[in-house]
T-cell receptor, first 109, second 114 residues
Framework: QKEVEQDPGPLSVPEGAIVSLNCTYS??????FMWYRQYSRKGPELLMY????GNKEDGRFTAQVDKSSKYISLFIRDSQPSDSATYLC?????????FGQGTILTVHP | EPEVTQTPSHQVTQMGQEVILRCVPI?????FYWYRQILGQKVEFLVS????????KSEIFDDQFSVERPDGSNFTLKIRSTKLEDSAMYFC????????????FGQGTRLTVV
C-alpha cells in the first residue's frame, strides 16, 4: 500500500463550482498535513498547513483532516479559472514531506 | 515576501558530467531540503540538512549526490557523474523549524541530461 494516495484526475469543473480534493494515507506517524498548488514546470506553492484532525479555513480554501480515517481534503469554494493547477497533498511525520501524486484541476469559464 | 531562489532555472549537461544546482533559502530558515520530480511523477524527497550536516537522506541520494552550505546563504546540490535518469526538476525547500513548520519551495531547476 502506498504511503499517500491521491487521485490524479484530471478534474474539470465550471467556474463557481465547489471543488473537493482528497488524499488518503497509511502511515499513522504523519502529524502535519499540507496542500500545495503547482503550476506547470513551477515549484510547489504552499496553500494550507494543518495539524491534527479538524478544519482550517483560509478565504475560499478549507482544509479538513480526519486522522481516524487517515483522510484529508481540500475544498475550494467559488472556483476560478486561475485555480487551474495541480494540487499536491503532502504529509510530514519524520521531518521530510511525503507527497501524493497530485490532482490536475481545470476550472473552465 | 521572502522566497527560496534557485539557479539556474534550466541546466543541460552531458551524461557523466558534474552539475551543481544552487539555492538561496529564506534567510531566517534553519532547515534545508532537496526534492526532485521526474516528469509526470511524484515530488520525491532527496535530503534534509540542518546545522551543517545531513539529517536524513533517501535511497535516491546515493554517493553520486552531495550537498553543501558553503557560506551563510547558499545551499548546493552536486551530482558528480550525471546519468540520463537524473533528468528531473530539482526543488530546494527551506523551513524555519523541522517537523512542525511549513516548508517553502523554490521554483526549481530543470536538469536535462543528454
Amino acid at each position: 500500500q502506498k504511503e499517500v494516495e491521491q487521485d490524479p484526475g484530471p478534474l474539470s469543473v465550471p467556474e463557481g463550482a465547489i471543488v473537493s480534493l482528497n488524499c488518503t494515507y497509511s502511515n499513522s506517524a504523519f502529524q502535519y498535513f499540507m496542500w500545495y498548488r503547482q503550476y506547470s514546470r513551477k515549484g510547489p506553492e504552499l496553500l494550507m498547513y494543518t495539524y491534527s484532525s479538524g478544519n482550517k479555513e483560509d478565504g475560499r480554501f478549507t482544509a479538513q483532516v480526519d486522522k481516524s480515517s487517515k483522510y484529508i481534503s481540500l475544498f475550494i469554494r467559488d472556483s476560478q479559472p486561475s485555480d487551474s493547477a495541480t494540487y499536491l497533498c503532502a504529509m510530514n511525520g519524520y521531518g521530510k514531506l511525503t507527497f501524493g501524486q497530485g490532482t490536475i484541476l481545470t476550472v473552465h469559464p | 515576501e521572502p522566497e527560496v531562489t534557485q539557479t539556474p532555472s534550466h541546466q543541460v549537461t552531458q551524461m557523466g558530467q558534474e552539475v551543481i544546482l544552487r539555492c538561496v533559502p529564506i534567510s531566517n530558515h534553519l532547515y534545508f531540503y532537496w526534492y526532485r520530480q521526474i516528469l509526470g511523477q511524484k515530488v520525491e524527497f532527496l535530503v534534509s540538512f540542518y546545522n551543517n550536516e545531513i539529517s536524513e537522506k533517501s535511497e535516491i541520494f546515493d554517493d553520486q549526490f552531495s550537498v553543501e552550505r558553503p557560506d551563510g546563504s547558499n545551499f548546493t546540490l552536486k551530482i558528480r557523474s550525471t546519468k540520463l535518469e537524473d533528468s528531473a526538476m530539482y526543488f530546494c525547500a527551506s523551513s524555519a523549524g523541522g517537523l512542525n513548520t511549513e516548508a517553502f519551495f523554490g521554483q526549481g531547476t530543470r536538469l536535462t541530461v543528454v
